[in-house]
């Protein structure tokens, strides 16, 4: 009769140990899913108009002389030469 206790507490146990195991597994990929996550956002850069590259530039167009830049000229804001 002690066989059976035994080995119910010995299964008991395992089963312990593997939600345990399960726990910290989880715990860690969470981990890293939001150090990921908090990389991701971070590394997103915001451009603003002014620091513009080049080949980021319209190449063709008229100038808008509001923005500075070449458009299609349809800006109802903007003011273009005649």
Same mark, same amino acid.
């Given at each position: 009769m002690r066989k059976g206790a035994t080995s119910k507490r010995g299964r008991f146990s395992r089963v312990r140990? =593997? @939600?345990r195991e399960f726990g910290v !597994? =989880? =715990?860690? @990929?969470?981990?890293?899913? @939001?150090? !990921? !996550?908090? %990389?991701l956002f971070l590394s997103a850069e915001i451009q603003? &108009? &002014? %620091?513009r590259r080049l080949h980021d530039s319209d190449l063709s167009g008229e100038l808008n002389h509001r923005t500075g830049r070449l458009d299609a000229g349809t800006d109802p804001y903007g003011w273009y030469d005649d």
């Open positions: 140990f =593997v @939600l !597994l =989880v =715990v860690g @990929l969470s981990v890293v899913l @939001l150090d !990921l !996550l908090r %990389e603003h &108009d &002014d %620091e």
